[in-house]
């Protein structure tokens, strides 16, 4: 596997840069971003944080955005942003935001056209760290955070593979997308009518299913416009019960679904992430 | 003078907010942002840091890449990010970058048609300090910072109006504007061809006329690729030299002329700013 470089820029004693590649899962050339702290080489490979961002983001949102990179210097930790979807003009797509290029929902769609290249899950889970752990001074430890739609996706990809990563972090997830508007269109076109297979694609169900290993911080502003009828916090912390499962939730107040949200706990994400990579 | 908001996220325990109000000296309707720092209140007025951003910007760069608002709000320091140009369909515009809309250059143009509207100078230096002096809980204390053309409006509007300011700091300035290209079109069509004309709008003429009774700190990259043709640090010096006026500048090994780069030292230039904002 071969990577182009689109990108670089010195940041905060470490690097910033953009590369594509050829992905075989998602059948099309894809994108992703990351950060090197400034320990990181071949002789002091660092832990890696995969962060999934969410509806219409690429790759540069969080890493121009979060002003995260002070901390994941310090801390000695890379960052990893894939896309949010396959792109390009063979991949298939849709006038909603919610749907197609920028709206892969971290799943592997099996309805067309969907499913000739939407398999974010497998991208996120293996293709994307094998390469990663392939081309760059990084050791196989990794956790995951994500934001929205992303935020879904750390979830569910984190509690699916409980041994692959050391913790979960999520602003303002999607907890719950079968009981939701943006979950149940994706679902719907992505994976078809039948509901009982949306079931693996959803944090709560999950949750329910089986408790988490893995410690896991939710923060939700809550002058989010998208609170009660897209995210659904409550119904994350019912189904953490249900498998007594201990999970943070903080309720933030005065925040909304925005990067500015982000950048303002970001911090002590990476300190939650940085604990848990290195212990 | 009345102000509409556009937007407001709370962030790191403050306020980012955007408006929109009519310029008197602009002759259009103008935008701007303010970050508000958590212990602002009419009781407890915050002093504020002007930032002037660089080619192509508007409010919005500085404030959502450059992670400044941590360090803002626990400072205790108020920001306010100006747009780079007047804006609507009646202002007079051009098809380069570099002409025209979002590049004011933070003059005051005499030569039609760009004198009907092309007065950042003036925007800067008195209407826009005394709105923001009406609206929001901040005192008249106040320092100024910019990047690229915004480092060039930076020099000149603070070295101008020392008594005005605290101190100046600057990210890639353009020192010389009348000495490279981007300052010899601009100059040539928002002020005419008399280049003595030019030299009151040239930090380092006004250097060399004037000492600095303000700190001034620069930061620029040595991988900036404007360095060498647009930017050149070291006619600032050399002009410093001749009114035995102290700059620090700092050439920054490895770094680019991006946001990465401001992202990476804004927080010293910010402590740097608080020194003289509170003493």
Redesign the interface.
């Known amino acids: 596997m071969s990577l182009e470089v689109l990108s670089k820029?010195?940041?905060?004693?470490g690097w910033?840069k953009q590369y594509s590649h050829s992905s075989s899962r998602l059948n099309c050339d894809m994108r992703f971003a990351i950060f090197l702290p400034p320990n990181a080489t071949a002789d002091t490979p660092v832990p890696v944080l995969y962060w999934l961002s969410g509806l219409t983001c690429t790759d540069e949102n969080f890493m121009?955005?979060?002003?995260a990179?002070?901390k994941a210097a310090e801390l000695g930790i890379a960052i990893v942003a894939p896309d949010t979807s396959p792109r390009g003009d063979d991949v298939a797509d849709d006038d909603g935001y919610d749907l197609g290029k920028g709206a892969g929902f971290y799943l592997n769609a099996t309805q067309a056209p969907w499913s000739a290249n939407y398999h974010m899950y497998d991208y996120i889970v293996d293709e994307l760290p094998t390469l990663i752990e392939q081309h760059f001074p990084v050791t196989k430890v990794k956790s995951i955070s994500g934001h929205s739609m992303g935020g879904h996706g750390a979830l569910t990809i984190g509690l699916k593979n409980q041994n692959s990563y050391r913790a979960i972090s999520a602003f303002s997830p999607i907890t719950n997308p079968i009981n939701c508007p943006w979950g149940q269109k994706a679902f719907t076109h992505y994976l078809g009518s039948n509901k009982e297979l949306w079931l693996d694609y959803d944090a709560c169900e999950l949750l329910k299913m089986q408790a988490s290993s893995l410690p896991i911080l939710v923060d939700q502003?809550d002058?989010d416009g998208f609170l009660a009828e897209q995210l659904k916090p409550e119904n994350l912390l019912d189904a953490a019960k249900q498998s007594n499962t201990e999970i943070t939730l903080r309720m933030q107040p005065?925040?909304?679904h925005?990067?500015?949200?982000i950048?303002?706990f970001i911090?002590e994400h990476l300190d939650f992430h940085s604990t848990h990579l290195f212990s």
Chains 1, 2 share one sequence.
């Open positions: 820029a010195k940041v905060c004693g910033h121009q955005k979060a002003g990179f002070a502003g002058a005065g925040y909304d925005s990067y500015y949200f950048q303002s911090n």
